[in-house]
């Protein structure tokens, strides 16, 4: 369409780079398969590229030209659909953009011209690192020599020319594709990865073509999603980057524990990136269960039903012996992380309306509530217990080590004290809640004896973990339901699952106070009064290593999220009180979004300084919180019930906002404010309700 703006368009970087790796460049598409961590500043695909987990091939191809050139100067622009590059000097002019297609074929097309006054040569190198290397004619095919996590790649390269190597003349200008296509041959077989590389060369468009051909796939996926614009730019823009992450972070593996479409963590590596087809560290590229369901809060509103209910049957089906959600790569799984699957399952459901679907999960929803209830379950209430921070997905939060007085080694177990912990506590309620909602919803007669153990287990956490002298929610001694007097950022769950009384309303407001959890950085993750409080990460005074996961006060979009959420959704229930305070910190949360500041580099990352805003760790579009869902929820205020949707924004001082494409059971919802005009709401097309200024509305379903 003329004029609409892409996801090239809104998100497009100069020399995206690695922080950690200084040189080593972004990238932006994934195939279902394959993807890049990072390239090198090389014509071609070099660098660290990776096939469903991490496998760190150091190459794919390269196109090695004979005029020496300094491609430390090479300039780059990063789009979500290719890495574009240019080089020249006085004897060579170089220009590159480098794709990947979703079935696993990765190409540059280049154009090479000789500014020299004798002939320059080119030449397609295929020579991984470690890698059994076999030529055919035109293609070199490569392969890892052992599996990794039981699949083994295959790769076969080649480009638009019959040998490896050709002379470009004096003056001479030519252009050109060359690819490689990627497959697992444990399932695929050399012939089938060679004949979809045949198939790629084999359509003979020009180099301009194939590379339009690709962009436009990929923008494919933009064009279905919602759409929204308002009077803030930095809202826009980090609402198309979530978009961005989400499909980044989509998978095909159809291999293993991993059959099923799954979304990651992210792409990146806390790895060594120096030895190839090494693997050791940790990585995000796999099924994490503690994050899938923040995921799906947001995905849940891409219109892909078919696609989101994947997700959840994947997660689903990995379990372990008692029926608890295992995280996995394709050959293991473990992990196991405390989260709200259930519920978001629950949330996606008011959204598409299949009660088929959720005739077919519920036993599995159930399975999985029911071993939580079991393995985690305190004697004497419902609350959950955790023995292991690390299970919380929140290592080091302080409550941990209170009833050993924050000691300087954490890393004693013995100073470890079990907790009935707010967090897994809440998530545990709102999976009973979703899962009696789904039940209800199907007319299944059991549902009733999950909605009364929701409201049992609400009560005891509301009566229980409650300090009236400090005004704020506290984890427990897991015997003697003491209270663990630090003020975690769990504490304001609460508040997100609906459940505190309306006279404790002093307990979230600590999230507005300079005292408490506003240090700067949109939220610390314990208060400032904590005596254990490090705004960088540390513990007691130490600094831990790089990049290392500390929830001691150091800002995590994991729960700036959730914490918005509950800002939101408490100023919606009390007069919108809070719109002021939820448009300030979301637009904080939405700043964290871009490197030093720079609203010019879409850069999420895992963890940030409490204080100053610093990325503290190097995980770039970094996929374990919610955005989106913030916006669609409160900024344009939609609530879908089982019977209607509730349009009720909240005033975060736009002049105009307007979303559009937003589907909710096969209708169309467009939502549209203009603070000098009107706010319109059009169901497919016809306006149902048009009003001067914010209004609430109901619109049955």
């Known amino acids: 369409m003329m004029g609409k703006l892409t996801i090239d368009d809104r998100l497009a970087t100069k020399n995206r780079m690695l922080r950690a790796y200084p040189g080593k460049l972004l990238f932006g598409p994934v195939a279902d398969r394959l993807f890049v961590d990072c390239l090198d500043r090389k014509p071609g695909f070099c660098g660290n590229i990776d096939f469903i987990h991490k496998v760190n091939l150091d190459m794919l191809f390269e196109v090695v030209c004979s005029s020496p050139m300094n491609m430390v100067l090479a300039k780059t622009v990063w789009y979500p659909s290719h890495l574009q590059m240019e080089y020249e000097d006085e004897k060579v002019a170089f220009f590159e953009t480098k794709h990947l297609n979703a079935n696993d074929v990765a190409f540059c097309r280049q154009q ?45 390269a080649g480009w638009q020319f019959a040998d490896d190597q050709i002379t470009v003349a004096p003056g001479e200008t030519v252009a050109f594709v060359a690819a490689a296509a990627a497959g697992n041959l444990e399932t695929e077989t050399k012939e089938s990865i060679t004949a979809k590389l045949d198939a790629f060369f084999r359509t003979g468009q020009t180099p301009e073509a194939y590379a339009e051909e690709s962009v436009k796939a990929y923008q494919a996926f933009f064009e279905t999603v919602p759409d929204f614009s308002s009077s803030d730019p930095l809202l826009d823009k980090t609402w198309w980057y979530r978009w961005y992450i ?58 892909d039903k078919e696609l989101l209910h994947e997700f959840i049957r994947g997660n689903l089906s990995i379990y372990d012996d008692n029926g ?46 029911d071993a939580n209830t079991k393995v985690y379950g305190a004697k004497n209430d419902l609350m959950q217990i955790e023995v292991k921070h690390a299970r919380t997905g929140k290592e080091c939060q302080p409550s941990f080590w209170y009833f050993s007085e924050f000691p300087a080694n954490y890393k004693d177990k013995s100073k470890i004290t079990p907790l009935k912990r707010l967090d897994t506590s809440v998530y545990h309620y709102l999976n009973i809640k979703g899962l009696a909602l789904m039940m209800e919803a199907v007319d299944d007669p ?25 005004k704020f929610y506290y984890d427990l001694h897991h015997e003697t339901d003491e209270k663990a007097m630090v003020k975690n950022i769990v504490g304001i769950y609460p508040y997100w699952a609906d459940i505190a009384d309306d006279d404790r309303l002093e307990g979230l407001e600590k999230l507005f106070d300079p005292a408490y959890f506003n240090t700067g950085s949109v939220f610390s993750t314990v208060a400032k009064d904590c005596p254990a409080y490090a705004a960088h990460g540390g513990w007691m005074g130490v600094m831990k290593g790089r990049d290392s996961c500390m929830w001691d006060g150091p800002s995590w979009p994991y729960t700036n999220g959730i914490a918005l959420e509950a800002v939101g959704r408490q100023s919606k229930i009390h007069g919108h009180c809070y719109d002021g305070q939820f448009g300030e910190f979301l637009r904080k949360y939405a700043y964290q979004h871009y490197r030093n500041g720079n609203f010019e580099e879409p850069y999420l990352v895992e963890q940030y300084h409490a204080e100053t805003g610093e990325n503290l760790s190097d995980e770039p579009d970094y996929n374990h919180s919610y955005f989106n869902d913030l916006i669609v929820s409160y900024v344009a205020g939609v609530e879908i019930r089982e019977n209607s949707v509730v349009i009720d924004p909240l005033d975060i001082g736009l002049s105009h906002f307007s979303l559009k ?31 001067t200024g914010l209004k609430k509305v109901e619109i049955p379903l």
């Open 112 to 156: 090479w011209t000789n500014k020299g006054d004798s002939p320059m040569t080119l030449t397609l190198r295929v020579e991984p690192a470690g890698c059994i290397i076999t030529r055919s004619g035109a293609y070199t095919f490569f392969q890892m020599p052992e599996p990794l996590r039981d699949y083994r790649v295959g790769v076969c």
């Open 246 to 303: 989400l499909r980044n972070a989509t998978s095909k593996p159809d291999f293993g524990y991993l059959k099923h479409p799954t979304v990651y963590e992210g792409r990146a590596h806390k790895t060594s990136k120096d030895t190839p087809l090494k693997v050791g560290g940790w990585e995000f590229s796999r099924l994490i269960n503690l994050s899938t369901p923040l995921q799906m809060t947001d995905y849940r509103w891409c219109p």
């Open 324 to 369: 608890v959600l295992q995280s996995a790569f394709t050959n293991h799984k473990g992990s196991g992380f405390a989260n709200f699957l259930i519920w978001a399952i629950y949330r996606m459901y008011l959204v598409d309306g299949d009660k088929e679907f959720l005739k077919e999960i519920i036993p599995d929803a159930k399975r999985a509530v």
């Open 446 to 470: 059991e549902a009733s004896v999950y909605k009364e153990m929701a409201n049992t287990l609400a009560a005891q956490i509301n009566e229980k973990t409650w300090d009236e002298k400090t």
């Open 661 to 691: 494409n937003l589907q909710i059971r096969g209708k169309i919802f467009e939502i549209a404010y203009a603070k000098d005009d009107a706010f319109t709401v059009t169901v497919d097309g016809t306006v149902v309700s048009s009003a």
